[in-house]
């Protein structure tokens, strides 16, 4: 524990960085381009929020936190997993939609 305190500072100011590195990820998971871009930055962030929750427990000197931070990572795996299988659902029903209509123009340009 002593050696928790004499390292305290620090872990404030990682605390701070691993803040301010959420805040960019959320921008990123907003601003896009691409659905890719998003889901990496949606990952990232719960990788993030579990390493704040972490330094926390060892800054709190509090064991609860640990278990709050694997189901955490469970949560932030499904989640990650779900958006994923949404994505790739989304992904191929467009693919089939523009084989369609290409389709569909060469049975015009053809007819």
Not at 19 to 37: E, H, M, Q, W, Y
Not at 66 to 82: E, G, K, P, R, T
């Amino acid at each position: 524990m002593e050696l928790v305190q004499q390292y305290s500072g620090i872990f404030h100011v990682i605390i701070v960085i691993l803040a301010l590195l959420t805040i960019a990820c959320l921008i990123r998971a907003v601003k896009g381009p691409s659905i890719a871009d998003r889901l990496v930055a949606v990952n990232m962030m719960g990788t993030i929020v579990m390493v704040i929750i972490a330094v926390l427990a060892l800054l709190m000197d509090e064991d609860y936190l640990v278990d709050i931070c694997l189901i955490y990572a469970m949560i932030s795996f499904l989640a990650v997993v779900v958006l994923t299988k949404v994505y790739t659902g989304v992904y191929i029903e467009h693919r089939e939609l523009r084989e369609k209509r290409r389709k569909r123009r060469e049975d015009k340009k053809e007819g």
